[in-house]
T-cell receptor, first 113, second 114 residues
């Protein structure tokens, strides 16, 4: 069964600093994708970034980037120049191919002014 | 604009009552999902449907029921058999069947038992 683990229930970062959120996963698929979603206090789920497993280059979206270690099944999210609006729950997710998406338990990120 | 619409945003249920949460999408997606989220927790899959007139139980289906009579609609009924239904419910739909497709979410519905 597909599993996604986020070992940090809560994290905090000073405004303008950099923070890294961890995610590990387990899959039997050879071709897969990984996603990070953000859930602000409004509860709306927002796609942050996605990574294709067969691509060696780490995905980047503005201040958000990933460190994808396929052999270690690790998929961490780095947020640079943190802003107050980055405060949210962050979920790592992996599609369970042909069935549904599996989400990690989430990391609550606080940004300190 | 295309998207997923959930209603109502807030719903109160008396013990012993069945309630139905609506989920409608105009994205022309085949698959639709229902997730439950408890405070400070992740998303747990209740039911999913890959195509019209077909649906499968997720990890926590007990006390819930669904139907998928139309491609656009995937209502979730919370029955009286669900002993602890107070939670936030999210309806979602992936862009396609492939492994790289982004999943789109509705804005969610809060259900509280009174």
């Amino acid at each position: 069964a597909q599993t996604v683990t986020q070992s940090q229930p809560e994290m905090s970062v000073q405004e303008a600093e950099t923070v890294t959120l961890s995610c590990t996963y387990d899959t039997s698929e050879s071709d897969y994708y990984l996603f990070w979603y953000k859930q602000p206090p409004s509860r709306q789920m927002i796609l942050v970034i996605r990574q294709e497993a067969y691509k060696q280059q780490n995905a980047t979206e503005n201040r958000f980037s990933v460190n994808f270690q396929k052999a270690a099944k690790s998929f961490s999210l780095k947020i640079s120049d943190s802003q107050l609006g980055d405060a949210a729950m962050y979920f790592c997710a992996s599609p369970n191919y042909g069935q549904n998406f599996v989400f990690g338990p989430g990391t609550r990120l606080s940004v300190l002014p | 604009d295309g998207g997923i619409t959930q209603s109502p945003k807030y719903l109160f249920r008396k013990e012993g009552q069945n309630v139905t949460l609506s989920c409608e999408q105009n994205l022309n997606h085949d698959a639709m999902y229902w997730y439950r989220q408890d405070p400070g927790q992740g998303l747990r899959l209740i039911y999913y449907s890959q195509i019209v007139n077909d649906f499968q139980k997720g990890d926590i289906a007990e006390g819930y029921s669904v139907s998928r009579e139309k491609k656009e609609s995937f209502p979730l009924t919370v029955t009286s058999a669900q002993k602890n239904p107070t939670a936030f419910y999210l309806c979602a739909s992936p862009l396609g069947q492939g492994p790289g497709n982004t999943i789109y979410f509705g804005e969610g519905s809060w259900l509280t038992v009174v």
